[in-house]
């Protein structure tokens, strides 16, 4: 692995644990097993750090989604991934999404980061809206509302749960959090 490849995972890492605020240079020198210098020399800056930490999320989260949609054809299934994909994200609750760990640091963060952490939300938006768009056509999930709302709550719901569970360090809270949402899943 290369030095970039290895200072942008000890990044996420501890970014995912303690909040983009929660971690410096040095942290990732003695975490990567470089000089505080060389970090410089890849990311002179954390805010260039943190965009190349959200772009590299986003890009995987991206694809994770197509994948799932592909794999999964009916809603509820691609909804059932989508859920498990922020439930694994925390670890047993010691880390949280990028993007949510990020999100909570919102004022530290540079406009870079920022545009990368709505262009996030946006696509796993509109991956949801679709998800909805599909479960209105297949009937696999009960008591639907306007897909771009039941997106917006759906998101909402999950970053929120995320959090809380992560505070509490109990998966169990993340599981209550979205179990009404599960509900509605008629597979």
Same mark, same amino acid.
Request: proline letters at 1%; a negative charge; aromatic letters at 6%.
């Given at each position: 692995?290369?030095? %970039?490849?290895?200072?942008?995972?000890?990044?996420?890492?501890?970014?995912?644990?303690?909040?983009?605020?929660?971690?410096?240079?040095?942290?990732?020198?003695?975490?990567?097993?470089?000089? %505080?210098?060389?970090? &410089?020399? &890849?990311?002179?800056?954390?805010?260039?750090?943190?965009?190349?930490?959200?772009?590299?999320?986003?890009?995987?989260? +991206?694809?994770?989604?197509? +994948?799932?949609? %592909?794999?999964?054809?009916?809603?509820?299934?691609? $909804?059932?991934?989508?859920?498990?994909?922020?439930?694994?994200? $925390?670890?047993?609750?010691?880390?949280?999404?990028?993007?949510?760990?990020?999100?909570?640091?919102?004022?530290?963060?540079?406009?870079?980061?920022?545009?990368?952490?709505? &262009?996030?939300?946006?696509?796993?938006?509109?991956?949801? +809206?679709?998800?909805?768009?599909?479960?209105?056509?297949?009937?696999?999930? %009960?008591?639907?509302?306007?897909?771009?709302?039941?997106?917006?709550?759906?998101?909402?719901?999950?970053?929120?749960?995320?959090?809380?569970? &992560?505070?509490?360090?109990?998966?169990?809270?993340?599981?209550?959090?979205?179990? $009404?949402? $599960?509900?509605?899943?008629?597979?």
């Amino acid at each position: 692995m290369d030095t %970039k490849t290895a200072l942008l995972d000890s990044a996420e890492t501890i970014a995912r644990q303690r909040g983009f605020d929660g971690f410096s240079y040095a942290d990732l020198a003695t975490a990567v097993g470089i000089r %505080k210098a060389s970090i &410089h020399h &890849h990311f002179p800056t954390k805010a260039i750090l943190g965009q190349a930490m959200m772009e590299r999320y986003r890009l995987v989260f +991206e694809d994770t989604l197509s +994948e799932l949609a %592909k794999s999964r054809h009916a809603a509820d299934g691609q $909804l059932r991934g989508y859920i498990d994909i922020y439930r694994d994200a $925390l670890q047993g609750g010691k880390t949280i999404c990028l993007c949510v760990a990020l999100s909570s640091d919102r004022n530290s963060l540079d406009d870079a980061t920022l545009r990368e952490i709505s &262009h996030f939300h946006d696509a796993s938006l509109k991956w949801l +809206e679709t998800l909805f768009e599909t479960a209105q056509t297949d009937g696999s999930i %009960k008591n639907l509302s306007e897909r771009k709302l039941e997106a917006a709550s759906c998101l909402a719901l999950i970053e929120g749960a995320q959090l809380m569970a &992560h505070a509490s360090q109990d998966v169990t809270t993340f599981d209550n959090a979205v179990a $009404l949402l $599960l509900s509605r899943l008629t597979n």
